[in-house]
């Protein structure tokens, strides 16, 4: 009996998360703009309108550039920090830890409204680059609790038998640190990628004449005859990340058969 | 080939080396012996360069290695968890650190295997490293560090983590290998025996100071003090009196045992309390008409522990109340004896040395 409920209860649980998602791509082939039930035949029509929105196609272009660089350098300095603090102790160690992983528990609004004051007093102008700065801040956090446990697996003595061996600090990072933590820096990567892909707040305080997709999407809502092509963007998207997310899975376990270890842990 | 001289360490507050100064020669099988905790393994990260020391030298083939990061020491080192790169082949392990001499790849490949087979690991370069065992493991740590020709090789405790069957295995292989390479090797062990049966000097550690280095004979024969003799092997540690001192001799008198001429031990000054040391085999259960000994002291059998090639006697000196131990080997035409017999304990004075009671 109570494992009868349990099973109910997990599929109305999964049915609650997921069946949202799924009316995105049952709308995107709806031939209606109308978003309600029942459902008027299918069509293709919404994601060719994709294909001429010139905006959308700039939001798009804009959005992936924030997206590759801010997971660029936030998965960087997540190296450096993490790096550091796994391995040595050093005064004000867990004070830094601390301000570095701050931004991940602070509203976004909040960090929004003071990067806006910051940018504006400083006298810069808001651009891309003022977005990719907000996204670092809001991605380093999570790409450090990712690369933390790669470099807590990662055995100390490996890099100092390198080092034995007679290569130097750089190469020993390029010959055995680097291929060794290689899953954590791509789930890093994916992790702050996707993170910055659909954050809103801090775009829409931070973006200057070119938005970023979800701060277009946002103003397109406006428009109810523009909803179904949004669906069809977002069907897009939501393709996208399960590739993205499948890709990664797939690389880390590779290489965890290629270790020998065990497959579990990681993003999935 | 390795001079250190003088080294001091602090992590923080904790003195880790104390005045450390010890010669290493060329050749040499060379052992650092210590309980965990006693600097045996920070003094072995020193000589690679991975410590930086608060003062004194350390001299490598005669060049001073003050600054030298370990990637420019003569030296490489085998860890105790060997550190085989999990992401390489034992092939690509084993030439890992020949790429800064640019050969061609059939040169690295001949380099290889002639190094595997110098390890025992002959055909085994394409395997994956993680899929090798523990002893091999090893071997391929062995393999890669001697492929550069070190002039010294250091060896963590790298058979802490091998059973028992192979740990003896590996001893005698090291040993061979160390002959035949002619190779300074360093070692670090806190097994007594591993130490005694591969070195060719020990030097004994305790809280970050040499306590002795000697030859492996001279520690088990002569020991300086009671706590190097209680390291190495089962020693009888028995209260002693000075009677009287003659030049190196002391006449001492020994619990239960009795009068005694031994030699002072050389670290010995006015102030220091001493104890004397008895080796179990160095002392016999006399036959009922057996002479052989200078001294005898009669005692009472309180336990017998049969093992085989030898039975181990607790006998308890008449007059005394703990017993001491006497080891006998069991040859055909010995009589084993059995609890409260009373006995003859032969001994000399070679069968008892003089120890230090503290360092």
């Known amino acids: ?268 | 080939m390795i001079e250190l001289s003088n080294i001091q360490k602090y992590y923080g507050t904790y003195h880790a080396l104390r005045d450390v100064t010890c010669h290493i020669q060329e050749g040499e099988f060379f052992s650092l012996l210590g309980p965990s905790g006693s600097g045996k393994t920070t003094l072995l990260r020193t000589i690679a360069g991975f410590e930086g020391i608060n003062s004194g030298t350390v001299m490598i083939g005669g060049q001073q290695m003050d600054g030298v990061p370990p990637n420019k020491r003569p030296t490489n080192m085998v860890f105790q968890s060997y550190a085989i790169f999990p992401h390489m082949s034992v092939a690509q392990n084993v030439a890992y650190g020949l790429r800064s001499q640019r050969l061609s790849k059939t040169e690295t490949a001949q380099m290889v295997s002639e190094t595997l087979a110098k390890v025992g690991l002959a055909g085994y370069g394409g395997r994956a490293a993680h899929a090798l065992s523990g002893g091999q493991r090893q071997r391929v740590a062995l393999a890669r560090a001697l492929i550069l020709k070190p002039k010294v090789l250091l060896l963590d405790e790298p058979l802490s983590a091998l059973d028992r069957k192979l740990r003896e295995e590996m001893q005698s292989e090291l040993r061979r290998l160390q002959r035949s390479l002619g190779i300074t090797f360093v070692l670090v062990t806190h097994d007594q025996e591993e130490a005694l049966t591969m070195s060719d000097r020990v030097a004994v550690m305790f809280e970050g100071q040499i306590a002795q280095l000697d030859s492996p004979q001279a520690l088990y024969k002569h020991p300086a003090s009671k706590r190097v003799a209680e390291f190495f092997g089962a020693m009888n540690i028995l209260k002693a009196e000075i009677i009287e001192v003659n030049g190196d001799i002391a006449t001492t008198r020994i619990e239960g045992l009795g009068v005694a001429e031994l030699a002072v031990p050389k670290a010995a000054s006015v102030e220091s309390s001493f104890c004397v040391g008895v080796r179990p085999e160095s002392m016999t259960i006399l036959d009922d008409e057996e002479q052989a000994y200078a001294k005898e002291t009669p005692a009472t059998v309180t336990e017998v522990e049969y093992r085989g090639e030898m039975t181990y006697y607790d006998v308890t000196i008449d007059g005394a109340d703990k017993p001491v131990v006497v080891s006998m080997r069991n040859t055909s035409n010995r009589a084993l004896r059995e609890v409260g017999h009373h006995v003859r304990i032969g001994w000399e004075n070679a069968s008892a040395v003089l120890l230090l009671d503290q360092d």
């Not at chain 1, 799924?22 to 995107?28: D, T």
């Not at chain 1, 050093?90 to 931004?103: E, S």
């Not at chain 1, 976004?108 to 801040?137: D, F, N, Q, R, W």
């Open chain 1, 1 to 268: 009996m109570s494992k009868r409920i349990l099973t109910v209860f997990m599929i109305a649980f999964i049915l609650f998360l997921y069946a949202p998602t799924l009316l995105l791509p049952i709308f995107a082939f709806n031939d209606s703009s109308i978003i309600a039930f029942p459902l008027s035949g299918f069509t293709l029509d919404w994601f060719a309108s994709l294909g001429a929105a010139d905006e959308l196609r700039k939001a798009t272009g804009t959005s992936l550039i924030i997206a590759t660089s801010s997971s660029i350098i936030a998965t960087m300095l997540a190296m450096l920090a993490t790096s550091a603090t796994v391995r040595y102790r050093f005064p004000g160690k867990g004070a830094m830890i601390g301000t570095i992983m701050l931004p991940m528990f602070l509203p976004e609004i909040i960090i929004g409204v003071s990067l806006l004051t910051v940018v504006l007093l400083a006298g810069l102008k808001l651009s891309i680059y003022t977005i990719i700065m907000g996204h670092v801040l809001i991605c380093t956090p999570f790409c450090i609790a990712i690369l933390r446990s790669s470099f807590q697996q990662l055995d100390p003595s490996l890099e100092e038998a390198s080092l034995d061996l007679g290569e130097s600090r750089f190469d020993t990072f390029r010959r055995v640190t680097l291929p060794l933590i290689m899953p954590g820096v791509v789930s890093s990567l994916l992790i702050a990628f996707t993170i910055s892909l659909d954050e809103f707040v801090i775009a829409f305080f931070l973006s200057g004449t070119e938005p970023t997709l979800p701060v277009y999407i946002w103003s397109q809502l406006r428009f109810p005859q523009r909803i179904p092509s949004v669906m069809a963007l977002g069907t897009l998207l939501l393709l996208l990340s399960v590739a993205l997310l499948t890709l990664s899975e797939v690389l880390r376990r590779r290489s965890a058969r290629r270790l020998g270890k065990d497959m579990t842990g990681g993003v999935l």
